[in-house]
DNA sequence: GTCTATAACGAGATAGAC
DNA sequence: GTCTATCTCGTTATAGAC
């Protein structure tokens, strides 16, 4: 049996390999603050490594962390999609069910922790394009699992792929709307919506 | 006639007075590196001040003028939204317009105009709450705008009310989606399925 | 109101011992 | 792989002449 020396400082990320948890510490932190706003001595201390760790792991420097951080949300948010597609009968209350749980987890974190990819990868599109294309490559494989389960669910292709885009749009705006107004109305809103929109093309 | 001493470094804004400069250039600049990206001294340098002339004006530093950013913002897309509202011959007509117009405005920028609202109060929530403030505030404007035109034209309270909501929550998700994917199709297909859903409600 | 100079601090990144 | 020390540069903000 392995042991680990270390104590990481994140809760329950004490098993976790050095890389890992810098990548994790890493997300967390440019969904609060963003990328600009973060720096990379405080993703080492909050990752429970050192500065000459993250580099070791990350030779590109903090655009390098970035890019891997916003893959590991994109990863985040994929299961959350998949779980809501997975366990509910439609894909209209799908939907709506994963707008109720983006809810849950936006007030639990007291309205600070919004979409990850997002919060890393808005601002960058000149100083940062490799954050841009990892940001739009997340938006993206979201709107392909949404848009599959609709056609899977006798969708046509047309309206299925013009409705996935919809629901992703949507859905980030709205985590945006209710993380701003501290209210979870936006999202659960937003989701009785595209529930609604959805069942408008059966 | 007075005259104007200084050739400011917008196009445009040559005869506008100092303070108004300022804030033009911050909002412009925010708009594309958000809150933290965005210097100070950059500021200065594109409004053609010095940076006495900022800490004159705003003393209470980057985030008194971020916040006075943020309403500049604020009453740019105001402007949009009402002159949709007012050239349209119904509601739903005037929101897909309304895309069509932020999605020309975003292609014309190629692609790195975004929400200067969003772009710069996100990342914002525990380093500076007047800025989170402020953008809520615009938000909550917005919407009221949408509220106000759709009970006007017939739609039920409470309709109206969660109408307002979801369009502009798709907007602002959708330019964000569109601004990622370098197309403006996010956004065209969102004002046509804001249309359909709004039409739904009749 | 405008300008320059500078203080005080933190950033990203690197070197090299261990 | 990990750690510390340090280099260099840019940041916000202030002081004080004009």
Redesign the pocket.
Known sequence: MKTTT?AGREAGDAAL???ERIVRAASRLMQRQGY?G??????SREA??????????F?????E?ATEAIRHGDQEFTDILREALDGADDPAEAIAACARTVAEALRASDWIDGCPVTATSIGTAESAPDLQRAAAEAFARWRGLVEDELRASGFAEESARELAHTVISTLEGAELAAQLARDEAPLLIAGRHLARLIDSYR
């Open positions: 270390e390999g050095t890389r600009e973060t720096g990379i001595k405080q993703i429970g490594a050192t500065l000459g760790s993250v580099y070791h792991f030779p590109g420097g903090k655009q962390l």
